[in-house]
């Protein structure tokens, strides 16, 4: 908040933002979440490379990625992002009443199609059953893609995905009656406030000046180019 105000060229101290805040009930409490993916003991598990180190030095070397789910009116919405650890950007999204396998490969398929620099990177998850399937790792393997997995009940390994998690339902989904909202209802506005305001307005604090995911990204690629 505080950098968001920066921008607007106005300067205000931490402490009166947070008084202002609480007054007005804009301060949320935060929520635990839940695992939802379920381990195949009987899979052939991928090692963790990343180790809690979630920091990277180019777009597209490490993504992240997750379920999460969200209770409507006719069912249950299962929401899976791909994050990119250098600038915080969603990179695809897909959303499903089902969480088989083939959302998380759909979901990492719509990305190498928009951004064929994702070869050769790292992505994570947890070693939920969809992760250590077959299709997905023979649909990694078949777009270069180092496939990294959590330790069981190590909730810490995958911390920038659940980070994201947490925004989206405190900005969001806690927000609304998503339990009276059909599944095309949430997913039209989880789209918009994924693709439209999180990637290219919101301010994100990892990045510098709070600079939104695209911007951050698109200012360091021409810097490198």
Known sequence: MQLALNQQGIKVGKR????????????????????????????????NLLHQDFSAE??????????TQVQCADGKLY????????????????MRNNMKKELVTDTVNAAVKRYPQLKGAIL???????????????????????????????????????????????ELLYRIPTYRMSMEQVKTLVFRYVFVYYNNIRVYTANPEGFPPVVYRNLAMRAAA
């Open 79 to 94: 929401i899976s992002p791909l994050f990119d650890c250098f600038n915080g950007e969603i990179l695809s999204l897909c």
């Open 124 to 170: 994570h998850s947890d070693r939920g059953s969809q992760y250590t399937s077959e299709a997905f790792r023979s649909m990694l393997k078949a777009n270069g893609i180092q496939q990294s997995l959590s330790g069981v009940d190590h909730c810490y390994d995958n911390a920038r995905m659940e980070s994201f998690f947490a925004t989206l339902k405190k």
């Open 58 to 67: 180019q777009p597209f070397s490490k993504v992240l990625t997750d379920i």
């Open 16 to 47: 009166k933002i947070t008084r202002i805040m609480r007054e007005k009930g804009w301060l949320h409490r935060r929520r635990r979440p839940r695992g939802l993916t379920k381990v195949d003991p009987e899979a052939m598990f991928s090692e």
